[in-house]
């Protein structure tokens, strides 16, 4: 059964860096999906951020894209975000997910999500 | 580059049937992706590829896509259908990941 957890801090003050880790279980990071990172503001809906092929390869949000880094740990089997230049808007429960794995190239299995807030 | 555009809200009478619209320019040329999502929980997927199910999810759940709207059709409403539905394609030009804007599901 593959699953993912998020992990990382849930407090980063404003102008600082946002940095997450999503650790994979029950699958090797290896295979040809992608890894992919969601978000969602309190009351709002989804907002993709990005996502990183265990190749190295990413692709990212236009509206994040000179903020966001996406990269794969192959020996740790996990992969992460970073989200520099912070703001209150950042605030969200962000989510990992893979893309493509079981059902097309959907986002067919998430992390239960982890709430970051941005304040001093 | 698309914008998927879903109504903010659809109320339904437990038994009947709810359609949930998609739409954007030619949508019919991409594959449409649904997730339901629960409070509390994380989406998940109810169908993908315009009308495929996964593993487990019920036959009352359906797609469609035509033109400029994709829908997702629940049939026989029940009280557990109650949730957020996301419509989702692959946006080929861009390279990114786009999302509707979601539709509360309400069962009257």
């Known amino acids: 059964q593959v699953q993912l957890q998020e992990s990382g801090p849930g407090l980063v003050k404003p102008s600082g860096t946002l940095s997450l880790t999503c650790a994979v279980s029950?699958?090797?990071?290896?295979?040809?999906?992608?890894w992919s990172w969601v978000r969602q503001t309190p009351g709002k809906g989804l907002e993709w951020i990005g996502e990183v092929h265990h190749s190295g390869t990413s692709n990212h949000n236009p509206s994040l894209q000179s903020r966001v880094t996406i990269s794969v740990d192959k020996s740790k089997n996990q992969f992460s975000l970073n989200l520099n230049s912070v703001t209150a808007a950042d605030t969200a429960l962000y989510y990992c997910?893979?893309?493509?794995?079981?059902?097309?190239?959907?986002?067919?299995?998430w992390g239960r999500g982890t709430t970051v807030t941005v304040s001093s | 580059s698309s914008v998927l555009t879903q109504p903010p809200s659809v109320s339904v009478a437990p038994g009947n049937t709810a359609r949930l619209t998609c739409g954007t320019s030619n949508i019919r040329l991409k594959s449409v992706h649904w997730y339901q999502q629960k409070p509390g929980q994380a989406p998940a997927v109810v169908v993908f590829?315009?009308?495929d199910r996964p593993f487990g999810i019920p036959e009352r759940f359906s797609g469609s896509n035509s033109g400029s709207t994709a829908t997702l059709t629940i049939s026989s409403v029940e009280g557990g259908d109650e949730a957020d539905y996301y419509c989702q394609v692959w946006d080929s030009t861009g390279q990114r990941v786009v999302f509707g804007g979601g539709t509360t599901l309400t069962v009257l």
């Open positions: 590829n315009d009308n």
């Open positions: 029950g699958d090797s990071i290896s295979r040809n999906n992608w």
């Open positions: 997910a893979s893309r493509g794995r079981f059902y097309g190239w959907t986002l067919d299995v």
